[in-house]
Every structure is written in structure tokens, then in C-alpha cells.
């Protein structure tokens, strides 16, 4: 005689980058076995596997891991997350001033992601020419170590990935149907302030969200603080 399965409840969340309802179903044990292993290795590309094949086996809608962005996997994983073990969380959080620890319980369903700017993609060089962007895939992410995206070559590659077009008054260019030392050539040409604008939106790129006031309890002082990334929230 077969054992009776467990049945799961199923959820919906929205995917930020695409702004796609999706339905999702709380991950099962086998799956928070693939998860802790790949934790537990500390290998960040096991690690990005882990998650994509997670979600991957818990998104009901058909969908393309690879393309998703990093702030996209972390907003999923979240939901996964709070459905699968609990929506809270406790994090300790340190006084700006003086640095004394203080746990706090966070409900994660309550953590979004920051807002999505469409508008944000397109970015003006000048009055004649200008870019398009794209938000860095896992895959891309997966591609780059810390460290390398401390280095101006690895800040420079990661622009060149994330170029979709070039454009003029008269012509729009498909970085995919150019050499890549051409579209390397064109960034070279930029001047300090013009690679300020493409970095700018790196830095202001949407991630995981949520802020927290407290009193500290050992020197009193008020405290402002907000967690970005997923890190936060399981620190």
C-alpha cells in the first residue's frame, strides 16, 4: 500500500524585474537538504545553483532562471522562505555609535524590494548618444567574484554585459551583434563623469529592503538603520 502524500499550499508573489504574478508552493524537505548542503559548502556558484533549482522546483509558472535578477532570486527565495520555515526572522543589529547588539524579530513578508525604474535603464552621454541597460542575470552575478567587482576590470566587464543597445540620432546599435572590444572601446571613450552615470545605476540598482528604528540600550542613542540584501536577514 502506497503512503499518503503531503499535499502543499500554494502562494503567489510578483517578480520585481518583470512585474509577473507568479504561483509558488512552499519548498519541501529535499529541497531544503539541496539548499543546506550548498550553504554549508560556501561555494557561491553552488550556492547560486542551489537557489535557482530551488525555485526552479517550487515556481509553478514557467520560468527562466537563468534571466532572472539577482534581486529577483532574492525576492523569491524570501517568499519561499517565509512560507516554508516561518515569516520571522531575528536579526541582531548593532548602535551606530556604539556598536552594542541588539536583537530584533522581522516579519519577511513585510521586507520588499525597492522600487523597479524602468525609466532608469535608458541613460542620456549626451545629446547625441546614449545606452540602454539591463539589470546583471544570476548568471551574470554568478560570473564575478566580490573581489572582482572591486576592480575596474571587473566593474568594466560587468557594464559591458549589461549594455543592451547604443544609440544615436540616426542609429540604434545591438551590443549582441558587436565585438565586445568595440563596446569596451566605447567605454574607454567616456569621460570620468559620463562612466559615473553608468555606474550610478549599479549602485541604485532595486535589492531586498527594510527599515528599522531602535533605542539603543546600553548609551540611548536613536538609531535609523536599513538592511539591504538578503544577507541582512539571516545575519
Known amino acids: 500500500m502506497a503512503l499518503p502524500i503531503v499535499t502543499s499550499a500554494k ?19 529535499k529541497e531544503e537538504k539541496i539548499l543546506m548542503i550548498a550553504m554549508e559548502s560556501k561555494n557561491q556558484k553552488q550556492i547560486v545553483t542551489a537557489l535557482k533549482d530551488v525555485i526552479s522546483a517550487c515556481v ?3 520560468i527562466d532562471t ?36 541588539h536583537p530584533r524579530e522581522i516579519n519577511l513578508d513585510e521586507v520588499e524590494v525597492t522600487e523597479v525604474d524602468d525609466e532608469s535603464k535608458t541613460i542620456r552621454i549626451n ?19 566580490d573581489g572582482d567587482l ?7 566587464n560587468m557594464m559591458v554585459d549589461c549594455i543592451v543597445t547604443i544609440f544615436d540620432n540616426d542609429n540604434v546599435y545591438n551590443t549582441k551583434d558587436e565585438p565586445r572590444k568595440n563596446v ?13 552615470m553608468i555606474a550610478k545605476f549599479f549602485s541604485d540598482m532595486p535589492s531586498l529592503a527594510y527599515n528599522i528604528e531602535f533605542d539603543c540600550d546600553k ?3 536613536h538609531n535609523k538603520l536599513e538592511l539591504k540584501g538578503i544577507q541582512s536577514f539571516f545575519m
Open 60 to 62: 509553478y509558472d514557467k
Open 150 to 156: 572591486q576592480t575596474v576590470d571587473g566593474i568594466m
Open 184 to 196: 569596451v572601446e566605447f567605454i574607454d571613450s567616456l569621460n570620468s563623469t559620463q562612466f559615473a
Open 66 to 101: 537563468s534571466k532572472l535578477t539577482m534581486f529577483d532570486i532574492e525576492s523569491l527565495f524570501l517568499r519561499l522562505r517565509s512560507k516554508s520555515v516561518g515569516e520571522n526572522v531575528e536579526v541582531s543589529l548593532k548602535c551606530t555609535e556604539c556598536s552594542h547588539p
Open 219 to 221: 548609551c540611548s542613542v
Open 11 to 29: 502562494y503567489s508573489t510578483v517578480i520585481p524585474s518583470m512585474n509577473k504574478k507568479v504561483e509558488f508552493r512552499p519548498y519541501l524537505v
Open 127 to 145: 545629446k547625441e548618444i546614449g545606452i540602454v541597460m539591463r539589470y546583471p542575470s544570476i548568471d551574470d552575478m554568478s560570473k564575478y567574484s
